[in-house]
């Protein structure tokens, strides 16, 4: 069990280096803190790591006590006891993986804002790579989405300040900020030769975690843009929903995950349960994630304890190099049941798990504890949820001519020029022009939808 003042969390942040000043152990002018006599005493007195190398001695304290003090007496400006402090922190933890983060009072409440399910600013999930920020996805319907930006952008600068010049707060800072105000993303796309700028007014970001809609008479669609506190209700209220539009029953349901961050891992499990049936035996025993680390406290095992709320309707699971964290805990283990068929391309790769340990009520530490694995034992980290069948992203254009519906489907009598009409209006007829507008708007929810349509059919035809 996780300790009870943890809230454990899968979702990305960034890391910037920090590099300590080598001091002058032997200079006169230094005089060396208090504090350095009580980090020594705290140090001896801790485990020695068996490592050659990694015992800390008087020098080691010496070298980090005189760089404080020759900051505050030979840096350009005067620099408080605080801000020295909160930075040696900020510098430590940073150092440690690209997602383990110091918290200030700041961070903290942007955090907890954000796992709410509000908060201000232009609605991008980052993370960093080659000292600048990469966007792990754009959040549904915030000016970042609108404006154009995509999951695999880099943001190089922010109002032409350099990010590589930023920590990963000042970047988040220099995007918030009072809503309606403009701020300037300048960003590299693969493909384009030139940086891109995307002009964004600032938004208060309110995230509806959960979408829905019925595609087809019988096949509803949920999308989830972020794992939050309320999201696993939300997604039964929308399926429990979709059922009573269509008397009380589903032929099968695609589960959209694309462009989705992560978030609450408990979210997460709570998703995966809802398509499971505990009652039912299996290899995995119920598992549906488990997290292993170096701590007993990180030692974690999510199982399944509840029932299909789908009574065992096909499901598709769609994903991209957006969908990360909470996103592949769920895709992967539905695909390790062999309960979902997982369709679209390789997700971003996370598989780390973080925890949010506060130090007092208004700063953290956001640490990495533990890495998490399917149930069938794979781990993610850095590999990401493979796709069972891979569909890129493409764009189907219509360019009204009368070869475009077969693009889509294989040709019919009611496709040819001059063709008979009949009575009324095919539902053939209706539904391929469905297709076309949903091919044309969005290639991988059709392509998912037509593979859903053949597993409902043969389902529905071996009953």
Known sequence: MKPQMFSSIVCAAAIFA??????????????????????LSAAQQAPQSPEKGQQVNEEDINRFTNTIVLIKDFYVQKVGDKSLLDDAIRGMVSGLDPHSEYLDSD??????????????????????????????SP???????????????????????????????????RMRGKEGSLVTLTVIRKGEKQPLTFKLVREVIHIASVKSKMLDQN????????????????????????????????????LDLRNNPGGLLESAVQVVDSFLNSKDPNKFKDVIVYTEGRLPEAQYTA???????????????????????ASEIVAGALQDYHRALIVGTTSFGKGSVQTVIPLDKDHALKLTTALYHTPSGRVIQNVGIVPDVT???????????????????????????????????????????SDISLAEDDFQLFEALKILRTIASLDQASK
């Not at 915030?142 to 032409?160: E, S």
């Not at 949920?222 to 032929?251: S, W, Y």
């Open 18 to 39: 920090f590099q300590p000043i080598v001091s002058i152990a032997d200079s006169p002018k230094l005089t060396v803190p208090p504090i350095a006599s009580q980090l």
């Open 107 to 136: 961070a903290y409440k942007a955090l907890l804002m954000t796992t709410a399910g509000e908060f201000g600013g232009v609605g991008i999930e980052i993370t960093p790579e080659y000292g600048i920020l990469k966007v792990v």
């Open 139 to 173: 959040m549904d319907d915030t000016p970042a989405a609108k404006a154009g930006i995509k999951a695999g952008d880099y943001i190089v600068a922010i109002d032409t300040k350099l990010v590589s010049e930023m920590t990963l707060q000042d970047a988040v800072k």
């Open 219 to 254: 096949i509803g669609y949920v999308r989830i843009t972020q794992f939050q506190e309320p999201t696993a209700k939300l997604m039964r209220d929308a399926i429990l929903d979709l059922k009573n539009k269509n008397n009380g029953h589903l032929g099968g349901l695609i």
């Open 303 to 325: 199982k399944a304890d509840s029932s299909d709320m789908l009574n065992g309707a096909p499901v598709v699971v769609l994903i991209n190099n957006g969908s990360a964290s």
């Open 391 to 433: 569909i890129e992203d493409l764009k189907v254009t219509n360019n009204n001519t009368d070869t475009e519906l077969a693009m889509v489907e294989p040709i019919k009598e009611y496709q040819l020029k001059n063709h008979l009409p009949g009575t009324t209006a095919s539902s053939n007829e209706l539904n391929a022009k």
